[in-house]
């Protein structure tokens, strides 16, 4: 069975909560933070270059990831290269598409050529990654993001797609597969044994670490001690 100190996946928590990020910041399996425009506005962000500054002095040894806010291309690439300049630690995340369904590759490949480390999201399929791995720089980092989870909510499995992918990016050294979308503890262990590189975890799949290799038959007792506690608090009877 699995262990936390065995993965080698890095563990980035996918929070905009300050209160969240500094908590998980302590601990030392966690290497990085995913955030975006929708994580940011549940933080309550009134400010979107305040906030993500915030975020980004107070984890100054851990990778966080800021997306742009602009659907238009142009502004896009804009914005990028300003949140670029905002810490060491940034990496700028790109749709693959905008809202109109247009492939924002060309400003990845802009981006990714003047060393700008793009995160480029929201990717499902792998001729998604095909086209956004011919658009990297062998001499940036980069990360591209499958949403693996959300693939396995349409009933599709998403092993295969995060296997392909890693294929697709092993030609460049610098370029790093995330699993994003984590439903639970076996996407964990599945992203894994593929050896993706990174996985992004919310902070309730994270609570769940300790479970990480527990013994199955002690789980089987607890379950059903569980529920002989909850039968004597019933009170409930049965007429033989």
């Given at each position: 069975?699995?262990?936390?100190?065995?993965?080698?996946?890095?563990?980035?928590?996918?929070?905009?909560?300050?209160?969240?990020?500094q908590?998980?910041?302590?601990?030392?399996?966690?290497?990085?933070?995913?955030?975006?425009?929708?994580?940011?506005?549940?933080?309550?962000?009134?400010?979107?270059?305040?906030?993500?500054?915030?975020?980004?002095?107070?984890?100054?040894?851990?990778?966080?990831?800021?997306?742009?806010?602009?659907?238009?291309?142009?502004?896009?690439?804009?914005?990028?290269?300003?949140?670029?300049?905002?810490?060491?630690?940034?990496?700028?995340?790109?749709?693959?598409?905008?809202?109109?369904?247009?492939?924002?590759g060309?400003?990845?490949?802009?981006?990714?050529?003047?060393?700008?480390?793009?995160?480029?999201?929201?990717?499902?399929?792998?001729?998604?990654?095909?086209?956004?791995a011919?658009?990297?720089?062998?001499?940036?980092?980069?990360?591209?993001?499958?949403?693996?989870?959300?693939?396995?909510?349409?009933?599709?499995?998403?092993l295969?797609?995060?296997?392909?992918?890693?294929?697709?990016?092993?030609?460049?050294?610098?370029?790093?597969?995330?699993?994003?979308?984590?439903?639970?503890?076996?996407?964990?262990?599945?992203?894994?044994?593929?050896?993706?590189?990174?996985?992004?975890?919310?902070?309730?799949?994270?609570?769940?670490?300790?479970?990480?290799?527990?013994?199955?038959?002690?789980?089987?007792?607890?379950?059903?001690?569980?529920?002989?506690?909850?039968?004597?608090?019933?009170?409930?009877?049965?007429?033989?």
């Open positions: 069975m699995k262990s936390l100190d065995s993965l080698k996946v890095k563990l980035f928590v996918d929070s905009a909560d300050f209160a969240s990020i908590k998980f910041a302590k601990v030392p399996q966690i290497a990085g933070f995913t955030t975006n425009p929708s994580l940011m506005r549940k933080a309550g962000a009134a400010d979107y270059e305040d906030y993500a500054r915030k975020i980004l002095a107070a984890v100054p040894n851990h990778e966080v990831a800021v997306e742009v806010i602009s659907d238009d291309l142009d502004e896009m690439e804009a914005q990028a290269r300003v949140i670029a300049t905002w810490g060491k630690n940034v990496n700028v995340k790109i749709p693959v598409t905008n809202a109109k369904g247009e492939f924002t060309p400003v990845i490949k802009r981006l990714a050529a003047a060393g700008v480390q793009v995160n480029v999201t929201v990717l499902f399929t792998v001729e998604q990654v095909r086209a956004v011919a658009c990297l720089s062998p001499d940036t980092p980069s990360i591209v993001s499958v949403f693996a989870g959300r693939v396995a909510d349409t009933g599709v499995d998403p295969p797609i995060m296997k392909e992918a890693l294929a697709i990016l092993a030609p460049n050294p610098k370029a790093r597969l995330i699993w994003a979308s984590t439903r639970g503890l076996l996407h964990l262990v599945q992203a894994d044994e593929i050896g993706c590189h990174i996985i992004t975890v919310p902070p309730d799949v994270l609570d769940k670490l300790p479970m990480l290799g527990k013994d199955l038959t002690a789980y089987s007792l607890e379950g059903v001690q569980a529920f002989a506690r909850d039968i004597a608090a019933s009170n409930f009877q049965m007429r033989l």
